[in-house]
């Protein structure tokens, strides 16, 4: 599966963003999804991930209450609506996925994903 993530952009403290990953290749139903992000000088890190069936989901701490994830598979799309952005949400975003085992499952870790995105520069300004 090849993946595009769009949606990035320059918004201001308090504002918002919907980040789209689109899904290219078959059976997107089949596949765990996940966005990260990296700030320079820092490692990669969660952000959000959603199940295959889109029942399950799963937020870092410090995004909780203010982001959600979600996804389309009839249009092959996962969704990152992000809310009240601090600077501190300054990053590249990446999307990922993995095949699932299971209609439930959810990774939370890098390392567990084998498909990548490309990245969308996000800035919060203060």
């Known amino acids: 599966v090849q993946l595009q993530a769009s949606g990035g952009g320059l918004v201001q403290a308090g504002g918002s963003l919907r980040l789209s990953c689109t899904a290219s290749?078959?059976?997107?139903?089949?596949?765990?999804m996940g966005w990260f992000r990296q700030a320079p000088g820092k490692e990669r890190e969660f952000v959000a991930t959603?199940?295959?069936?889109?029942?399950?989901?799963y937020y870092a701490d410090s995004v909780k209450g203010r982001f959600t994830i979600s996804r389309d598979n009839a249009k092959n799309i996962v969704y990152l609506q992000m809310n009240s952005l601090k600077p501190e949400d300054t990053a590249v975003y990446y999307c990922?996925?993995?095949?699932?085992?299971?209609?439930?499952?959810?990774?939370?870790?890098?390392?567990?994903?084998?498909?990548w995105g490309q990245g969308t520069q996000v800035t919060v300004s203060s």
């Open positions: 990922a996925a993995e095949i699932g085992l299971s209609m439930r499952t959810i990774r939370t870790t890098a390392r567990d994903y084998h498909y």
């Open positions: 290749g078959r059976a997107f139903g089949s596949y765990v």
């Open positions: 959603i199940s295959r069936s889109g029942e399950n989901s």
